[in-house]
T-cell receptor, first 115, second 115 residues
Framework: GAGVSQSPRYKVAKRGQDVALRCDPI?????LFWYQQALGQGPEFLTYFQNEAQLDKSGLPSDRFFAERPEGSVSTLKIQRTQQEDSAVYLCASNPYRGRTEGYTFGSGTRLTVV | KQEVTQIPAALSVPEGENLVLNCSFTDSAIYNLQWFRQDPGKGLTSLLL?????REQTSGRLNASLDKSSGRSTLYIAASQPGDSATYLCAVKRNYGGSQGNLIFGKGTKLSVKP
């Protein structure tokens, strides 16, 4: 596609529910990143994929967070047993390079509200 | 631990004014620094990227400078327009450790340009 597509745009979850957020990167982009942006804050790194390999998951806040990119294209971020502090915008970004930060294209994000 | 700070948090100026946004970082061992723009409900758009060996970059009415030794960058916007209203985020990439591609962001400066 022309850009990075994320779905859903908005998600309201009851505390304790599991959610799955989808990211469709630009076709052919090797690198894919997930960031979490709380209200009034800058984005914070969650995890990084190079093709299907998850090379860095150091930013995932707890073992309730899980991400995958099984075929090296679409990625899913799953949050189990959601809690109120998980409320944030989840941003996905991709670029065509390995291990570089040039050429980032961000999606519009998924706004998750946990009630 | 690298920390990125942006001052001011918010800025309101009349149209046509020149303005400066500030970014500081605590660890000078950076690989590069980027300035992004974020519009409400949208993803981030990269404006300028400065490699650690560079002192400044220019694009149209935008000029970004980098003083790595003092841990500072500025984004200069000339002849501001209402369309420049957005949140401006500064982000650095470390040149050691962690993921090869993740960025560390400041909280942003919310700019409002009044007609």
């Amino acid at each position: 596609g022309a850009g990075v597509s994320q779905s859903p745009r908005y998600k309201v979850a009851k505390r304790g529910q599991d959610v799955a957020l989808r990211c469709d990167p630009i076709s052919g982009h090797v690198s894919l990143f997930w960031y979490q942006q709380a209200l009034g804050q800058g984005p914070e790194f969650l995890t990084y994929f190079q093709n299907e390999a998850q090379l860095d998951k150091s930013g995932l806040p707890s073992d309730r967070f899980f991400a995958e990119r099984p075929e090296g294209s679409v990625s899913t971020l799953k949050i189990q047993r959601t809690q109120q502090e998980d409320s944030a915008v989840y941003l996905c970004a991709s670029n065509p390079y390995r291990g570089r930060t040039e050429g980032y294209t961000f999606g519009s994000g998924t706004r998750l509200t946990v009630v | 631990k690298q920390e990125v700070t942006q001052i001011p948090a918010a800025l309101s100026v009349p149209e046509g004014e020149n303005l400066v946004l500030n970014c500081s970082f605590t660890d000078s061992a950076i690989y590069n620094l980027q300035w992004f723009r974020q519009d409400p409900g949208k993803g981030l758009t990269s404006l300028l990227l400065i490699q650690s060996s560079q002192r400044e970059q220019t694009s149209g009415r935008l000029n970004a400078s980098l003083d790595k030794s003092s841990g500072r960058s500025t984004l200069y916007i000339a002849a501001s327009q209402p369309g420049d209203s957005a949140t401006y985020l500064c982000a650095v990439k470390r040149n050691y450790g962690g993921s090869q591609g993740n960025l560390i962001f400041g909280k942003g400066t919310k700019l409002s340009v009044k007609p």
